[in-house]
């Protein structure tokens, strides 16, 4: 069974400052997803951006970006940038491509704050 | 169009009562899953369902949880006789096809007193 760890239970970061969140996962699998969620407090699970694993390059949105690394099985999320919006729960989530569509496993999520 | 609609967003029942969690998909999106968060962790897979068909059930506890999603109507998940340790947020998510992004719902947060 896949399992995603995220180390750090929560990281502050000055806004428009830059910080990377950290997530390792294990699998056998040589083709997966990687996810990072964005969970605010309404509780809604926002996608932030997506990584294809057969993809050597690193997945960008906006001021999101990721450091795929397929070796090390680690998929770290960075904000550019940080404003006072992006202060929320973030989560990694592995996503098989065979099995049941869809079906995710998420980390244990970082809690990020983003202060003045 | 509206997002995936859940209710109620709190539910309060005492121990050993029924709780019924409802979750309308995006229009067009008939795929279902609902995942379950436990304070201060991630979200956990339970179910998936298409219209009808429950396809996987592996994350569902084998006694007092089912679910469904009629041809008409919401998704259903039902907790029988809860107990407090199934005080949690219950998150539906929706897709219109197979493998396609997921969107889920703000859920609905059920406390068990």
């Known amino acids: 069974a896949q399992t995603v760890t995220q180390s750090q239970p929560e990281m502050s970061v000055q806004e428009a400052e830059t910080v990377t969140l950290s997530c390792t996962y294990d699998t056998s699998e040589s083709d997966y997803y990687l996810f990072w969620y964005k969970q605010p407090p309404s509780r809604q699970m926002i996608l932030v951006i997506r990584q294809e694993a057969y993809k050597q390059q690193n997945a960008t949105e906006n001021r999101f970006s990721v450091n795929f690394q397929k070796a090390a099985k680690s998929f770290s999320l960075k904000i550019s940038d940080s404003q006072l919006g992006d202060a929320a729960m973030y989560f990694c989530?592995?996503?098989?491509?065979?099995?049941?569509?869809?079906?995710?496993?998420f980390g244990t999520g970082t809690r990020l704050q983003v202060t003045l | 169009n509206a997002g995936v609609m859940q209710n109620p967003r709190h539910l309060v029942r005492r121990r050993g009562q029924e709780a019924r969690l409802r979750c309308s998909p995006m229009k067009g999106h008939s795929h279902v899953y609902w995942y379950r968060q436990l304070p201060e962790e991630g979200l956990k897979f339970m179910v998936y369902l298409q219209k009808e068909n429950i396809i996987d059930e592996s994350g569902m506890p084998k006694e007092r949880f089912s679910a469904e999603f009629p041809k008409e109507g919401p998704s259903i998940l039902r907790i029988q006789q809860v107990v407090r340790g199934d005080s949690a947020a219950y998150f539906c998510?929706?897709?219109?096809?197979?493998?396609?992004?997921?969107?889920f719902g703000s859920g609905t947060q059920l406390s068990v007193l």
């Open positions: 989530a592995y996503r098989s491509p065979t099995g049941t569509a869809s079906k995710l496993t």
């Open positions: 998510a929706s897709s219109p096809l197979l493998n396609e992004k997921l969107f």
